[in-house]
Every structure is written in C-alpha cells, then in structure tokens.
C-alpha cells in the first residue's frame, strides 16, 4: 500500500516562507503526477499545484501564483511545495496526493499538513 508522508507545516509570520515536503513509500508503483490541495476551515479543498513525474508539466492555482513553487525528486519519490510571501489567508491544511495514471482521480493521499499564517 502506497505512504504519502508529509511534513515541514508550522507557523510562520505573514510575508514569511515555509517548504512542505511529501515523501511517497511503500511497494512498487507508477506515479503519473503529485500535486498539494489545502482545505481552510469551513472551505471547500482546493487545488494548489501540480506537477507531472515526467516531463517539465507544473500547474498552479490562481491564488498561489507566483508565490509558490512545486518541485519533485523522482529517485526519492518525493514532491516539494516552497511556499513565499505567505498570506493569512494561505492558513489551512495541506495535502499531498499521488496520481497513477491519466485517469481518474488522485488514487492516494496524504494525513495533512497544518500550515498557519499569522498576521
């Protein structure tokens, strides 16, 4: 079964910077892509970013444009999310989630991260 560990969430100061790091383990398996969602309290999840796992393929949320950037190592099965310019309204929690193929939807996901912007 697939482990996607995340961690490097806390609390830091508006304008401040944090990097999440997200860790995939666990038998043998093919990632399509990684991406990070977040989800405020009394909010809908929402995506922030993307990456592919092959290729130069990144995308990011309109909210985070700009600010944050999604990186990956493909020999350490991990993905990084390096978070700048940190707003208040950036508070939230934080997932990791791993894609096997084209289609469907993210197939495993991580525990969450608790991010938290103070102003």
């Known amino acids: 079964q697939v482990q996607l560990v995340e961690s490097g969430g806390g609390l830091v100061q508006a304008g401040g910077s944090l990097r999440l790091s997200c860790a995939a383990s666990?038998?043998?398996?093919?990632?399509?892509?990684m991406a990070w969602f977040r989800q405020a309290p009394g909010k809908e999840r929402e995506s922030v970013a993307v990456?592919?796992?092959?290729?130069?393929?990144?995308s990011y949320g309109d909210s985070v444009k700009g600010r944050f950037t999604i990186s990956r190592d493909n020999a350490k099965n991990t993905v990084y999310l390096q978070m700048n310019s940190l707003k208040p309204e950036d508070t939230a929690v934080y997932y990791c989630?791993?894609?096997?193929?084209?289609?469907?939807?993210?197939?495993?996901w991580g525990q969450g991260t608790q991010v938290t912007v103070s102003s």
């Open positions: 989630a791993l894609k096997k193929s084209p289609i469907g939807d993210y197939h495993y």
């Open positions: 666990g038998g043998t398996f093919r990632v399509y892509a």
């Open positions: 990456i592919g796992w092959s290729g130069p393929y990144t």
